[in-house]
């Protein structure tokens, strides 16, 4: 009866798109199949690349309704919006990182347990992909598989997006500038910069860093639009 209440729920929903929901079940499931057997599905963490423009899709989705709504147009309700991310992300967030701290202090040794502590306050601060670069690592590396919290950088590249996007929106609004030109140079400028960091050799910069990374989100943004 549970999941009943809850198809009806989603049916009812006009915002709701079943499309998109079974879209980001391939891309996890991807992404899953690829750690699990990666020379079975190589090319699996593309899954990830779909989700950024998935989140970019849904994100600018919520703020464009915002920015045209007809009785109040042009603001974009920044707090509410972040309210919202926080209710949405913590809940899970919370509960990874603190069965992560419970584990590593029984499983880790000292040295072991210090790293890890520094990637649960990277994760619950969203500067996740920073330290990770930082660090030198090579997300496909040996030595990845050893950090059980390697996966929070796309959580903090998403969350480094949504704090430059909302105000990048509410200024092509008030500046009545095209949207679909204006976010077509935003994602061409960072695809600019990932292209560049990978040609020279800067392989981890392109992954991790929030900048060369915004081009798939906003993309979705574009989609949206």
Same mark, same amino acid.
């Given at each position: 009866s549970s999941l009943k209440s809850l198809f009806s729920f989603l049916k009812s929903n006009p915002n709701y798109r079943a499309d998109i929901d079974g879209l980001r079940a391939i891309a996890c499931l991807a992404v899953v199949l690829y750690?699990?057997?990666?020379?079975?599905?190589?090319?699996?963490? *593309?899954?990830?690349?779909?989700?950024?423009?998935?989140?970019?899709?849904?994100?600018?989705? *919520?703020?464009?309704?915002h920015l045209f709504n007809q009785e109040a147009p042009g603001k974009v309700h920044i707090i509410d919006f972040y309210?919202?991310?926080?209710?949405? *992300?913590?809940?899970?967030?919370?509960?990874?990182?603190?069965?992560?701290?419970?584990?590593?202090?029984?499983?880790?040794?000292?040295?072991?347990?210090?790293l890890v502590l520094k990637h649960i306050i990277g994760g619950s601060t969203y500067v996740s992909n920073f330290i990770l670069y930082k660090e030198a690592g090579d997300y496909f590396d040996v030595a990845s598989k050893f950090k059980p919290l390697l996966h929070l950088w796309?959580?903090?590249?998403?969350?480094?997006?949504?704090?430059?996007?909302?105000?990048?929106?509410?200024?092509?609004?008030?500046?009545?500038?095209?949207?679909?030109?204006?976010?077509?140079?935003?994602? *061409?400028?960072?695809?600019?910069i990932n292209y560049n960091a990978v040609k020279h050799g800067f392989v981890s910069k392109a992954f991790f860093m929030p900048w060369s990374r915004f081009w798939e989100l906003s993309l979705g943004a574009v989609l949206a639009y």
């Open positions: 750690h699990a057997f990666p020379n079975r599905l190589p090319g699996g963490f *593309i899954g990830v690349d779909i989700f950024f423009v998935i989140s970019g899709y849904l994100i600018s989705s *919520i703020l464009y309704r309210s919202r991310r926080v209710r949405r *992300i913590f809940p899970a967030l919370i509960l990874v990182l603190v069965t992560t701290f419970v584990l590593g202090t029984v499983l880790l040794y000292p040295s072991e347990f210090k796309s959580l903090g590249v998403e969350e480094q997006f949504y704090l430059v996007f909302p105000i990048f929106l509410w200024v092509i609004y008030k500046l009545n500038l095209n949207f679909v030109l204006s976010l077509a140079l935003f994602s *061409i400028v960072s695809f600019f």
